[in-house]
């Protein structure tokens, strides 16, 4: 378990390679050229704070009101309680939320978690086909997966399903798809409960019945999961395909849930939010800092004008917006002299070759940018020179940069608004994991945005959306049970 601390100071990577372009006489005219036509890229603290003020302000409208015109939704999660480490049992979760759908049996032991698992692809096919296809899928991967592993019993243990996008939950057992994100475009099920399109699906097929008893998005499963071993994690953070937080809030701050109580009659303190902050700046809000680059991105997408915030951030999307910067700068004769045929092709150039490319840079005194001419040439760039491959390590540095920064405004509002002495930020998702400086950059931003003494710490979490979604469950199953203790002592006590 990676855990950072706080304030750890970077050099920022364009002003090495600022430096190192000198060291290594880079044709000084050009970069400066690429340098000023990329200094959009580079967001100052003052932005920072100013976007950091804006998010807040569309948080305050989403926990306001539920209706569909505000752009950070602010989703209650109706999960008001962390694991007290002492959840047990056997549990079944899925996993949907990208291009892959995962089945699970976890054993909760303690602090010990055994899991079995089956990895499922979900082909583009069935992501934008319809959405009885889509759950006929998931329904048959859990029937393959129960008759491999012999659990045609598991049928009845109590099962989390980690439903990762925008979900308007009116129970946790029940929840309307608000949005298809990242990709996805299934008809039929926008606006529809996806607890029962599960159910539905498994009746037809008549071998395998479910017992649902919690839906909750990843974000929601990584903070339970970081929860389990940490109990100040408040925050759970995904920067992976797409990016999203939720965050613990006082009940008293949420309008929309004014009068609210659980089905035994209790108002909670506080409830998870699902802030479904990838939507951020749908309202106009980012404009003052979104680029022409950033348009286009938007513009060639699947959802046009939709999750903004997120296109800036997550992996779906990094690379993308890479390519369409450096497919740019070729047209205007800085890179690749002047060819842009190869970098010209959509997604020819994904996130993970920002980060290879990225790690580049970590080289430290003799850059060589072996992997950065590598990628080059395998997409079909002719004529690549030394100058070329430290100027698509900037901009590749720039971009991931940017991401890391604007995500760390996001978190160090959350802290700033929570103002809880010290908070555990559980985070999880491949941009996260796998970007080589992106923790180290978010940590830096962070530990420089927020105010007053409040101490953090980020924490990788541990399959939050497997464990979790098994935590989400296991937490449901023991509130239910001692409530259900109380109530029956109660009534005894009472004759
Ligand atoms: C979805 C969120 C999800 C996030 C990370 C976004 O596109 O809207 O619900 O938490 O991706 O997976």
Redesign the pocket.
């Known amino acids: 378990m990676a855990a950072t601390g706080k304030c750890s100071k970077v050099r920022p990577r364009f002003e090495m390679l600022k430096s190192m372009s000198i060291q290594n006489s880079i044709d000084v005219s050009n970069n400066q050229m690429i340098q000023e036509a990329c200094q959009r890229l580079v967001l100052s603290d003052q932005q920072l704070r100013r976007i950091m003020q804006s998010m807040e302000k569309s948080m305050e409208q989403g926990l306001a009101t539920s209706t569909k015109k505000v752009a950070v939704k602010m989703l209650p999660t109706y999960v008001d309680s962390v694991p007290n480490g002492t959840e047990s049992g056997d549990f079944l979760a899925l996993d949907l939320?990208g291009t892959n759908f995962r089945v699970l049996h976890i054993k909760l032991q303690g602090k010990e978690t055994k899991m079995t698992g089956k990895i499922f692809r979900v082909p583009e096919s069935i992501m934008r086909g319809t959405g009885e296809a889509l759950f006929d899928h998931i329904a048959g991967c859990m029937a393959k997966f129960m008759g491999e592993n012999d659990l045609k019993d598991a049928q009845k243990l109590p099962l989390g399903f980690t439903f990762?996008?925008?979900c308007e939950q009116e129970g946790l057992t029940k929840g309307k798809l608000v949005t298809w994100?990242?990709g996805f475009k299934a008809s039929g099920v926008e606006g529809v409960d996806v607890v029962t399109l599960l159910h539905e699906a498994c009746h037809r097929r008549k071998d395998i019945d479910i017992d649902v008893v919690a839906l909750l998005?990843?974000?929601v499963g990584t903070l339970m999961a970081c929860a389990f071993q940490e109990n100040s994690c408040q925050i759970g953070v995904?920067v992976?395909?797409?990016?999203?937080a939720c965050y613990m809030e006082r009940l008293d701050r949420i309008p929309k849930l004014a009068g609210y109580v659980d089905e035994h009659g209790v108002t909670p303190e506080e409830m998870i939010i699902n802030t479904?902050w990838?939507a951020f700046g749908d309202d106009g809000a980012l404009d003052f800092l979104r680029t022409e680059w950033d348009e286009v991105v938007d513009r060639e997408s699947i959802n046009p004008g939709q999750?903004l915030y997120?296109k800036m951030i997550s992996g779906m999307y990094m690379g993308e917006c890479a390519r369409v910067v450096l497919e740019d700068l070729a047209k205007q004769g800085l890179l690749f002299g002047g060819n842009s045929d190869a970098i010209s092709v959509p997604h020819c150039f994904p996130t993970k070759f920002v980060s290879e490319i990225d790690s580049d840079l970590l080289e430290d005194d003799d850059r060589t940018f072996q992997k950065t001419y590598q990628i080059l040439e395998d997409i079909g760039v002719e004529m690549i020179t030394a100058n070329d491959c430290a100027n698509v390590a900037y901009v590749c540095s720039l971009i991931s940069t940017r991401a890391a920064h604007l995500t760390a405004a996001g978190i160090a509002m959350l802290l700033n608004r929570m103002n809880k002495k010290h908070v555990t930020v559980g985070v999880d998702?491949s941009v996260y994991r796998f970007h080589p400086t992106y923790p180290t950059l978010l940590d830096a931003k962070i530990g420089e945005l927020i105010v007053g003494d409040i101490e953090y710490k980020l924490m990788l979490s541990e399959d939050g959306s497997g464990r979790g979604a098994a935590l989400v469950a296991a937490v449901a199953t023991r509130l239910k049970e001692e409530k259900l203790a109380a109530s029956l002592s109660s009534s005894s006590s009472n004759q």
């Open positions: 939320g990762s996008f925008p994100t990242k998005n990843d974000t995904i992976g395909t797409g990016t999203n479904e990838g999750h997120e998702g």
